[in-house]
């Protein structure tokens, strides 16, 4: 497996607290993307980076903000979690010269 | 685990027989297709790629083919197994620029004993 793990695994928060997921890489890739996944929907791009402090947004960024002061740490924040940001979080990292992504095995957060 | 395909098209295939599934891209300026596949539970995984200057690639029991004309991205996957069970999803990346890699809706594939 690629080296990259996310944390935590499962999470349940409440209604307007903020949240941080993180996703963390051993394979010092250019590239870090962070999806969210819903039952009809696929894989939606929330944020994604292309080096260190160098970020877009996806089409799903309202709600949502991200950081990566150094290579292998690629952190979302909820500003203020909603009911609708209830999902299954995935972190994904690629090598510049490749196509290839590699996932996470991703954070399910519930906010109540 | 939490199914993430209930509202997926659906493909029912017979164990043995060959699958064909299907993606529309949306963005020209594509240079690699990718497919990926997502068993429960877990995170998605690389099957295999196309450049954009290519119409056909083949893998081991897979094959992809591009047509650029009506941008329509198709998976075959021969002599489908019970393992191939899972969601498909396609998926493009332009490699210029921060390199945003897009994901279309997917397929769940079911094969049937």
């Given at each position: 497996?690629?080296?990259?793990?996310?944390?935590?695994?499962?999470?349940?928060?409440?209604?307007?607290?903020?949240?941080?997921?993180?996703?963390?890489?051993?394979?010092?890739?250019?590239?870090?993307?962070?999806?969210?996944?819903?039952?009809?929907?696929?894989?939606?791009?929330?944020?994604?980076?292309?080096?260190?402090?160098?970020?877009?947004?996806?089409?799903?960024?309202?709600?949502?903000?991200?950081?990566?002061?150094?290579?292998?740490d690629f952190?979302?924040?909820?500003?203020?979690?909603?009911?609708?940001?209830?999902?299954?979080?995935?972190?994904?990292?690629?090598k510049q010269?490749?196509?290839?992504?590699?996932?996470?095995?991703?954070?399910?957060?519930?906010?109540? | 685990?939490?199914?993430?395909?209930?509202?997926?098209?659906?493909?029912?295939?017979?164990?043995?027989?060959?699958?064909?599934?299907?993606?529309?891209?949306?963005?020209?300026?594509?240079?690699?297709?990718?497919?990926?596949?997502?068993?429960?539970?877990?995170?998605?995984?690389?099957?295999?790629?196309?450049?954009?200057?290519?119409?056909?690639?083949?893998?081991?029991?897979?094959?992809?083919?591009?047509?650029?004309?009506?941008?329509?991205?198709?998976?075959?996957?021969?002599?489908?197994?019970?393992?191939?069970?899972?969601?498909?999803?396609?998926?493009?990346?332009?490699?210029?620029?921060?390199?945003?890699?897009?994901?279309?809706?997917?397929?769940?594939?079911?094969?049937?004993?």
């Amino acid at each position: 497996d690629a080296g990259i793990t996310q944390s935590p695994r499962h999470k349940v928060t409440e209604t307007g607290t903020p949240v941080t997921l993180r996703c963390h890489q051993t394979e010092n890739h250019r590239y870090m993307y962070w999806y969210r996944q819903d039952p009809g929907h696929g894989l939606r791009l929330i944020h994604y980076s292309y080096g260190v402090k160098d970020t877009d947004k996806g089409e799903v960024s309202d709600g949502y903000s991200v950081s990566r002061s150094k290579t292998e740490d690629f952190l979302l924040t909820l500003e203020s979690a909603t009911s609708s940001q209830t999902s299954v979080y995935f972190c994904a990292i690629r090598k510049q010269e490749r196509s290839e992504a590699f996932f996470g095995q991703g954070t399910r957060l519930t906010v109540v | 685990g939490e199914s993430v395909g209930l509202h997926l098209p659906t493909l029912s295939v017979q164990e043995g027989d060959n699958s064909i599934i299907n993606c529309a891209y949306s963005n020209s300026a594509s240079d690699y297709f990718i497919w990926y596949k997502q068993e429960s539970g877990k995170g998605p995984q690389f099957i295999i790629d196309i450049r954009s200057n290519m119409d056909k690639r083949q893998g081991q029991r897979v094959t992809v083919l591009l047509n650029k004309t009506v941008k329509h991205l198709s998976l075959q996957i021969a002599a489908t197994q019970p393992g191939d069970s899972a969601v498909y999803f396609c998926a493009e990346i332009a490699i210029q620029g921060a390199q945003k890699l897009v994901f279309g809706q997917g397929t769940r594939l079911t094969i049937n004993p």
